[in-house]
């Protein structure tokens, strides 16, 4: 109710001449400044400005436009999106992503052809679209996962936490200081466990590329039939669930290391 209330009150309408201004605000403003001369001013303004927005927020045709505005806006941060991202991979993974979004563009010509339901229609590339969007973050997920070096990291890990491991055995150490290296060694294990996590990482992702690969192949047939085209599901249980995990892991392949005057290294991450 709010985003309406904003819309109504700082509409811009196209006027001939002045182009595109706030007239409800600029109304508003010059009522406010009258009512200083006259204050029955205000209270007819009141009236009428609430009458105003009350008529406009609650119509159903304005409330449909603000809500198309927002989904426009919020299309265009997720195009913005995707092309930062699609940036980031390889080439052989573009052109994975490529022909998925080909097959989707021809399966909207195919609806087109055959006249399908508006809301069919509708549904079914809202579906082609958060599929497509899926399909790219688990690109990119596996572009991170490939770029790990994961033979000197396992060593350099593996070097770390027995120098800490060592250094924890001395009795000579204040409390504080323990503690410290304590949690940086838990850090260090799990570190180690997401790189000897990867191998399976990457099949799990592979396996979700494919079948999204597969479902949009699916629907690419069934636009192709004459009679009426299957409903898109866009809801995929993914074999890769820890998907933002990978994705956060593949980022330790590009973090500078810190070594400590003990030789260890003081890494946070998030």
Known sequence: MRRYLREAFW????????????????????LAILGFGEHAVWLGGIALETFYLYSLVT??????????????????????SREK????????????LSSVEDKCKKIEQLYGQTQ??????????????????????????QRNL?????????????????????????SQMSETLRES??????????????LQRRAESLAEIDSDLTRIEQQIDLAAEDASLKGRPA?????????????????GLASLAAEPATTTSSGQSAEIEN
Not at 59 to 80: G, I, M, P, Y
């Open 231 to 247: 409903a898109i599901s866009a809801n995929i249980d993914l074999v890769s669930h820890l998907l933002d995990d990978s994705e």
């Open 85 to 96: 991202l699609a940036e980031t991979l390889g080439d052989h993974q573009r052109r994975r």
């Open 146 to 170: 490939q770029m790990l070096d994961v033979t000197s990291r396992d060593t350099d890990l593996r070097n770390q936490i027995a120098a800490i491991e060592k250094e924890l055995s001395s």
């Open 11 to 30: 509409a811009r309408p196209d006027l001939a001449g002045l182009g595109r201004v706030p007239w409800n605000a600029l109304a508003v403003a010059g």
């Open 116 to 141: 399908s339901e508006d809301f069919l229609y509708d549904s079914n590339r809202e579906a082609l679209r958060k599929l497509t969007w899926l399909y790219m973050r688990l690109l990119v997920a």
């Open 59 to 80: 119509n159903t045709r304005f409330q449909h436009w603000v809500d198309a505005k927002e989904v426009a806006r919020l299309q265009s941060d997720t195009d913005a």
């Open 181 to 194: 290296k304590k949690a940086t060694l838990l850090i260090l294990n799990q570190r180690l466990r997401n």
